[in-house]
């Protein structure tokens, strides 16, 4: 097998070691894993500040690319991080060969992370971010809640990620999405967990946030799970990644 470079970008709250498993399955099978911390998360939690936003967070990811001269990259984006691949590969899609969403998908123009599941859920975040985030930060979700009916997920696998993640900064969520659409040639899979391929087709005539999930070249992979894979599934989604990477020219 050719070897293939990934880059895994994780969603709010969360930094690169949430990839550890995947990224040692990964490598273990001779391929090149970037897992990114974004600015303000992870071991960069220092740079957090009120002014951390999306526009920061793409940036972050080309300077990634283009600082270590990656090329025919595997792009990997979990949940929010589907908005900071597809903001990266827009801007520097002369390096992607694939982007991958994880229990996501790309965002279309004007819209914002923090809108996606409705102006109620935007309120409530909101009043969170106002009331314990200091005004500028949304606090982690409580996890063992989020996780109590996933079997998949032991007490260990709990703990470690509660003690990974920390609040996210609110504006890389209420910064709307703004593309060229270069990023839109590139093929695309898409690794459904929480939801399946028949539901997302039923979602996409209806919801905006979904368009973009049926246009253009993709491919869909049902890993039944939570939203988060790589917590529940590490090995499973792994495997799902080195697919992909068979679809990248040598």
Do not use: K
């Amino acid at each position: 097998m050719t070897p293939t470079t990934y880059v895994l970008i994780p969603g709010f709250w969360l930094g690169a070691a949430v990839w550890q498993p995947v990224a040692e399955s990964l490598r273990e099978r001779g391929h090149a894993v970037h897992a990114l911390d974004l600015p303000g998360m992870g071991e960069r939690a220092d740079l957090a500040s009120p002014a951390t936003d999306l526009t920061a967070h793409v940036e972050d990811v080309v300077r990634l690319l283009e600082e270590h001269d990656l090329r025919d990259v595997v792009l990997v984006g979990h949940s929010y991080g589907a908005l900071v691949v597809t903001g990266a590969a827009d801007r520097a899609a002369d390096r992607v060969a694939r982007l991958v969403y994880i229990d996501a998908g790309p965002l279309p123009d004007g819209m914002a992370q923090a809108d996606f599941e409705g102006p109620e859920a935007r309120a409530a975040n909101e009043e969170l971010v106002r009331t314990q985030g200091d005004g500028w930060q949304l606090p982690p979700p409580p996890w063992a809640a989020l996780a109590a009916d996933v079997p998949e997920v032991d007490d260990a696998a709990m703990a470690a990620l509660s003690a990974a993640s920390q609040p996210q900064p609110w504006r890389t969520a209420t910064e709307e999405v703004a593309l060229t659409g270069a990023w839109e040639r590139l093929p695309r899979t898409g690794v459904l967990c929480s939801f399946g391929v028949a539901q997302l087709q039923q979602m996409a005539p209806v919801v905006p946030a979904f368009a973009h999930m049926v246009a253009g070249d993709w491919t869909y992979v049902e890993l039944p799970t939570w939203h988060w894979p790589m917590v529940s599934r590490p090995i499973d989604l792994a495997d799902v990644l080195a697919d992909a990477s068979t679809d990248v020219p040598a």
